[in-house]
């Protein structure tokens, strides 16, 4: 076990060192996050008042696609020079490797999920209580953590295959669609004192289904 989680670690930091030094993730994923908050802001702020609507509609559209650029970039950094294939040779087991990729992955989404928040707040005038806020952070990161087990996945799946990365989020997007989902509710429960109750229970089901259901299928998605 040791070895195990030893080997998620340090996958887990390659991937952050990488970033420190690149910037590349982070960077391109959150002007592509905040472009979309600005499209928001510049077209329905004079015809939609309510500023908790318009700000969590902008929020979760922007986590999607901030999302899908972002796995996309972790993977696609790995497919180069055949960096994913030198990891395969490791002697540790492969399930490790994706549990690395996804802790690595839903951080990144995470840090740039605060970013949108704070940017809405800014250019959309989405203002919740610092009580909500952190209850939406904590949303944000289970939802991020849902997001990574699947996208890494996918993401390894379409360049292993060979396929074009526009098929990517045509692959992706359905299958976080109830991450979306339990996400926008779970945000505007917060936000009116809704009771939580099955919105909570479906991004914690979901988040853990797709994990195992990652670790169980890895081994075979980068063997294609």
Do not use: C, H
């Amino acid at each position: 076990m040791k070895a195990f989680l030893r080997a998620i670690y340090r996958v887990f930091r390659k991937d952050i060192r990488i970033e420190q030094r690149t910037k590349q993730v982070t960077t391109t994923v959150a002007v592509f996050a905040l472009l979309v908050v600005l499209v928001f802001a510049f077209s329905f702020v004079q015809t939609l008042q309510r500023s908790t609507l318009l700000g969590r509609g902008a929020l979760w559209i922007a986590f999607v696609f901030a999302g899908t650029i972002g796995v996309t970039k972790i993977v696609e950094l790995e497919d180069r020079n055949g960096a994913l294939d030198g990891m395969l040779v490791a002697p540790v087991d492969r399930s490790a490797i994706y549990l690395g990729k996804v802790l690595s992955a839903a951080v990144f989404i995470f840090a740039v999920s605060l970013v949108t928040l704070g940017a809405t707040t800014v250019f959309l005038g989405y203002s919740p209580s610092l009580p909500t806020a952190v209850s939406v952070a904590a949303v944000l990161l289970v939802a991020a953590i849902g997001f990574a087990a699947i996208g890494v996945v996918v993401s390894v799946l379409t360049f292993r295959s060979g396929l074009d990365e526009l098929a990517l989020p045509v692959l992706l997007v359905p299958l976080v669609v109830p991450l979306l989902l339990a996400g926008v509710e779970l945000t505007a429960a917060l936000e009116s004192g809704s009771p939580l109750g099955g919105w909570l229970r479906l991004l914690g089901l979901y988040t853990g289904i797709v994990l195992l259901a990652g670790v169980a299928t890895f081994e075979y998605v980068v063997e294609t």
